[in-house]
């Protein structure tokens, strides 16, 4: 038996020596997904879309027509439970994720392990906010008072940022008064005053209530008495309000601003601040208002 | 080796196929073993990217979630001004799109160009009402009545003293969001351009298309969570 170079056995004759995993093959195993699938996806995300939609404007209608107020948890719970459902399926067939290599899911897994760590700690950082030291307690001004950009107007004279002071007024009741008063003005300058005297003023808000009610019925909306209309002109205006006065209902109970009132099942967050002006206006200060509610 | 990356002669030398961005002409950089590791690395690249992504917008639900927690009065209130079926709308937009483009890269995988540009010329018109409809029906009409954030809050008939914190985190969310609806259109007219031009995409040179699908994906799935949050719980 002589054995020439040539006998030697070569069972894939199209091994490359230099390229023993045959790297060089070019495209191979690229999952194409196909039409059917991605219609299917598509109509389910717009079943679960119409779903969350749904429920919520069900849990509305249910508030309405039988007056059951569902606990807020309810509402956040499956509206975020259909999120996570929606988001798998754009992630795992049109982002395709359940075809392709399992490093890219895991990097999207780690990153949203992530996000769950920095909502958890924030949370556990807020729910622990009572048993801070009373050492950082201020007053807070609610929704701001304007005068950080009172003090950097100067430094930074930029048309852009509104310099208004309101003079440790929370903003909304700022911009309340704000237009009252432009109100009033007009009410004077049209009966030819300079100064707007307290007929004017009370026309002045009439107005100002007036605009605020007509802006419902323009859009064919129940109007509902604005809890901040002490003089309750909403049965004082013109006809076509007259039949939609609600007045005799009981308004939806809210928790008191002060955060130690009673917790209504429809919102989330029991706020009882041991630490003075953290949730509150203040202890010290709270018992100013608080005391005649505790009289009853 | 099956690089190449001078025109193929076997081509018609007509027209785009002459090219060197004609899908048929690309190699891979020399890096690379072959062009499926050059594709994988590319698609990892971007996925690193997109949870970056995520985690921007993990900023700002959090400072949803916090504010939220606090003032559930003024979120509930300000929740209420939002009208649902603009929102509602915009999502339907935003699913048809993201379906489109997936089908894009369905059609670039299988080399039918035709297909791709219909489905991408249908994400951008997709694209242009979604940002249409935000800026026209809510920014606009919004603005103009004062609900603004911040210290640019001017609407006097606000219920809750935090309602300008609301509207902050609004547009802070809906405009990054926005933003994004507006870089991602741009990434896919690029794409456009290049596969009318030059037929730039088949099923071995389609990365463009697939991560510009991806980012457009990423649009998608932060609309899912921002719509319920602002629209649909209160």
Known sequence: ?296 | MATIDAPNPDIQATGAQTHPLYWKNRGFAHHFRNADEQFDACKLGMWLFLSTEILLFAGIFCAYAIFRMLYPEAWAAGSHHLDWRFGGLNTVILLLSSWTVASGVRAAQLGNNAALIRNLVITLICAGLFVFIKLYFEYIPKLSAGKAPGTFFSYPYAHDPHEPLWWSIYYIGTGIHALHVLIGAGLLIWVLVRAIRYEAYGPTEYTMVENSALYWHLVDLIWIFLFPLLYLIH
């Open chain 1, 1 to 296: 038996m002589s054995h020439s170079i040539d006998d030697v056995h070569i069972p894939n004759p199209d091994f490359d020596p230099t390229d023993p995993h045959a790297t060089g093959q070019g495209h191979h195993g690229h999952h194409i997904i196909s039409a059917p699938t991605l219609m299917i996806v598509l109509l389910l995300l717009l079943f679960f879309t119409a779903l969350t939609v749904g429920l919520s404007r069900g849990e509305v209608w249910v508030q309405d027509t039988f007056d059951i107020i569902l606990p807020n948890w309810l509402n956040i719970i499956i509206a975020m439970s259909i999120s996570v459902i929606k988001a798998t399926l754009v992630g795992a067939y049109f982002m395709g994720l359940r075809f392709d290599k399992a490093l890219n899911s895991i990097i999207m897994l780690v990153c949203l392990a992530a996000v769950v760590c920095f909502l958890f700690f924030t949370a556990i950082d807020l729910g622990n906010r009572d048993s801070v030291s009373a050492v950082r307690a201020t007053v807070p001004t609610p929704g701001g008072t304007g005068e950080g950009l009172d003090k950097t107007a100067d430094r930074f004279s930029t048309a852009l940022s509104p310099r208004i002071s309101t003079n440790r007024m929370p903003i909304t009741e700022f911009r309340r008064t704000e237009r009252l008063n432009e109100l009033a003005l007009k009410q004077a300058e049209d009966h030819g005053r300079i100064e707007p005297n307290d007929e004017d003023k009370a026309a002045g808000e009439a107005e100002f209530w007036r605009i605020y009610y007509q802006g419902y019925v323009d859009k064919g909306k129940h109007p509902h008495r604005h809890e901040h209309d002490e003089h309750n002109y909403f049965t004082k205006l013109p006809d076509h309000f007259a039949h939609h006065d609600d007045d005799a209902l009981e308004p939806v109970s809210r928790p008191d601003v002060a955060g130690v009132a009673d917790s209504s099942p429809n919102f989330s967050f029991r706020r009882t601040g041991k630490t003075p002006g953290l949730f509150s206006e203040g202890s010290e200060h709270a018992s100013d208002h608080a005391a005649p509610a505790s009289d009853h």
